[in-house]
């Protein structure tokens, strides 16, 4: 059982045994996130006063304005990943391709794949509003001794071994989960150590928050447009309260403490949603099951989709359970 206000390092070791594959090596692959997770707070916090605030003048792969905290976060995850002898290949949103890590003696022998969204809410950078830190990690499928393949990053959600997520918020907490619910730790900024602040995080089944850009609204899927003035209307527990941050960590995180529905949706701009698949939505899923809720893309489980591409973009519909099968009754009928 988590014990309230334990750190996470003696949170990590005693419940190594309950890893899948308690070799240790997650246990430290976790750890070295931890570490990346304090360097780029430390970062995030200074932001107004050193100059790494703004563009970076690049645009990544998906064709968005990078931020420097973007390209800075990035290389902070993947320098504190590659040094470890744990991962074997990473894929990140600021980066075109997979990176493939070979190891010590370049024997192309450490398990683990990482997906990484190193900062979410990039256009919350520059306004002192709530960012983020998104990652997936998963065992490689190839023979180990080779180096990994597009295989090893494209698998569905649900072989994920552990999800989680950063949120650089008024205080800085790591949630994750390694398949045995969810647990929440805070940072304290003064010793660098994080704690045990929120064990076994559970979703609330239902809830009166509803997140979305409603100025996209007309160019919404008519079942989120119904879903969305179903919201509005004044009946029981309705009209339910807007939220939105657009930083999904953010969004995501309040949702999960005081329950309700995030939605980003396919419009007829982005035909296939914006938010990625495989750094964005398969790690926000698992966390929103672990912790009991649900994650679709309007019509079926976002963990159960085979993936075809590194950068995908997927529809999201993630929240409490009752308010995500509603929304998807919306969709089904419209
Ligand atoms: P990122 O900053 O990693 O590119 O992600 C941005 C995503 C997500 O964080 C957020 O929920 C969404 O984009 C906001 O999009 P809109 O500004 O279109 O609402
Ligand atoms: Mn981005
Ligand atoms: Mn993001
Ligand atoms: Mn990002």
Redo the contacts with the bound molecule.
């Keep these: 059982m988590p014990k309230k206000n334990q750190t996470l390092g003696e949170f990590i070791i005693e419940n190594q045994s309950e890893f899948q594959y308690s070799s240790g090596e997650l246990s430290r692959l976790i750890n070295s996130i931890r570490l990346a997770a304090k360097v780029v707070n430390h970062e995030v916090n200074k932001a107004g006063l050193v100059d790494i605030l703004g563009t970076a003048g690049e645009t990544n792969i998906?064709g968005?304005d990078q931020?420097k905290l973007?390209v800075y976060a990035n290389e902070v995850f993947i320098k504190t990943l590659t040094n470890r002898e744990i991962v074997c290949g990473i894929a990140s949103?600021e980066e075109d391709d997979f990176i493939t890590i070979k190891g010590r003696n370049e024997k192309n022998d450490n398990k683990y794949i990482v997906l990484i969204?190193?900062?979410?809410?990039?256009?919350?950078i520059d306004v002192n509003v709530s960012?983020?830190t998104?990652f997936s990690i998963y065992r490689r499928v190839t023979a180990s001794g080779t180096p990994v393949t597009m295989e090893d990053f494209l698998q569905p959600g649900n072989l994920q071994v552990a999800a989680g997520y950063i949120v650089y918020g008024t205080s800085t907490m790591i949630v994750y989960s390694t398949g045995h619910g969810v647990n929440g730790f805070t940072l304290n900024p003064a010793i660098g150590t994080y704690y045990l602040s929120h064990p076994n995080m559970r979703f609330p089944e239902t809830g009166n928050i509803y997140s979305v850009?409603e100025?996209?609204y007309i160019h919404f899927p008519q079942g989120v447009k119904n879903y969305i003035k179903y919201c509005q209307q004044e009946e029981g527990d309705r009209p339910y309260t807007s939220r939105?941050?657009?930083?999904?960590?953010s969004?995501f995180h309040r949702n999960m403490i005081k329950g309700g529905i995030?939605i980003?949706p396919n419009t007829s701009k982005d035909p296939e949603g914006?938010?990625?698949l495989l750094y964005?939505c398969n790690p926000i899923a698992y966390i929103a099951e672990q912790a009991g809720a649900k994650a679709s893309n309007g019509f079926m489980r976002i963990l159960d989709i085979k993936p075809t591409q590194l950068h995908q973009r997927v529809p999201f519909f993630c929240g409490s359970k009752l308010m995500v099968e509603k929304a998807e009754e919306f969709m089904k009928n419209a």
């Design positions: 998906q968005e931020q973007d949103e969204d190193p900062l979410d809410g990039s256009s919350n960012v983020g998104i850009n100025g996209n939105y941050i657009g930083s999904l960590v969004d995030y980003y914006k938010l990625r964005e």
